[in-house]
């Protein structure tokens, strides 16, 4: 499935024109969207947060009337994203496609933006953690792993530091009582190849941004984040079920500056809901092992952000790496 979605996204990263209607916007958020729809991300291409973003601008760009394009802000766990669309308009037309990274970072009080700085406006997936290791590694159980990072750290990847795969990574080495020495990766493109190539011992990513390395039996899962089975790995143990309370998933949605006219995140809510309804973005959740669900409006996705936050501030204080 991946294999033909790389196609699909190859094709929509050289679709750079489309003609609006050429109206203007106005200050209560009428005529919008009245020029493209730049949604920011801080993540490399291929990862989980990059092709979500694109398989959600696929009929977003036909619900709006407008074009909508990827922008990526790479680094500083999501601070350089953050900073850029702190300096634009509060119009709309810039976009924050955020996850767990960026409140963390918030959390840490290291952030250009902060928890009330922005407004959510739709949830795009909940993407359990699942950990992986190569198929030829000699952990065939996520008991092997542990027991073997009670005697030395495992090399661990994930996406930079302070990042959703780092904090769940921390928390998953305190509750097993074993020892993980994180090494961050830009996107999960580059953390897969590593893995692959034997560079590091696990890594704990989206089921998605592995998919293929494990169809084609370069890679095995040893547990999942969740506190249910995924219905993709019906055969793989939740951490729960190991008696581990380390539950993390890559929630990840939009957001907009607040002060954005109303009318305006009612425009763009409706057009991404509709886009995630659309069977396009449906059988790509389905073949990351996802469903429906993963999909909420502007209000709970806001509610939800808050929430997490709480949450990532009180992992942070727990781990000594926020005051």
């Known amino acids: 499935m991946k294999k033909t979605l790389n196609l699909l996204l190859s094709a929509i990263l050289v679709v750079t024109s489309f003609v609006g209607l050429g109206n203007v916007a106005t200050a209560d958020g009428h005529g919008f969207p009245s020029k493209p729809i730049e949604v920011v991300t801080h993540a490399g291409l291929g990862g989980g947060t990059d092709t979500t973003a694109r398989m959600l601008l696929i009929r977003t760009r036909k619900n709006l009337k407008n074009n909508a394009y ?3 802000k790479k680094g500083d766990s999501g601070n350089k994203a953050m900073a850029y669309v702190k300096s634009k308009p509060r119009d709309g037309h810039t976009v924050l496609a955020i996850t767990p990274t960026h409140l963390f970072r ?3 009080g290291e952030a250009a933006l902060t928890i009330d700085d922005f407004v959510g ?15 030829k ?19 661990y990847g994930g996406t930079n530091v302070g990042s959703v795969d780092h904090i769940s990574g921390l928390i998953f080495a305190r509750e097993a009582k074993t020892k993980i020495a994180f090494v961050p990766f830009e996107g999960g493109g580059a953390i897969m190849t590593s893995l692959v190539g034997n560079q590091i011992e696990a890594a704990g990513l989206n089921l998605d941004e592995g998919k293929d390395q494990l169809d ?24 729960k079920e190991k008696g581990i309370n380390a539950s993390f998933a890559t929630v990840r949605g939009v957001v907009v500056l607040k002060g954005t006219p109303q009318k305006t995140i009612d425009t763009l809510e409706k057009g991404f809901l509709k886009a995630m309804k659309h069977p ?15 999909v909420a409006g502007s209000k709970a996705w806001d509610a939800e952000i808050k929430s997490i936050y709480k949450e990532a501030r009180a992992a942070l204080v727990s781990l000594g790496l926020a005051k």
Request: proline share 8%.
């Open 216 to 239: 084609a039996g370069e890679l095995r899962v040893l547990a999942v984040m969740s506190d249910e089975r995924m219905s993709a790995l019906p055969d793989t143990p939740t951490l």
């Open 70 to 72: 990827i922008t990526p």
């Open 106 to 108: 918030m959390a840490r």
């Open 137 to 155: 590694s000699p952990y065939k159980t996520i008991e092997d792993l542990i027991k073997a990072g009670q005697k030395s750290p495992i090399k």
């Open 121 to 135: 406006v739709a949830r795009t997936t909940v993407d359990p953690i699942v950990i992986f290791v190569n198929a």
């Open 280 to 294: 396009v973005y449906q059988n790509y959740l389905q073949g990351a092992g996802l469903d429906a669900s993963s």
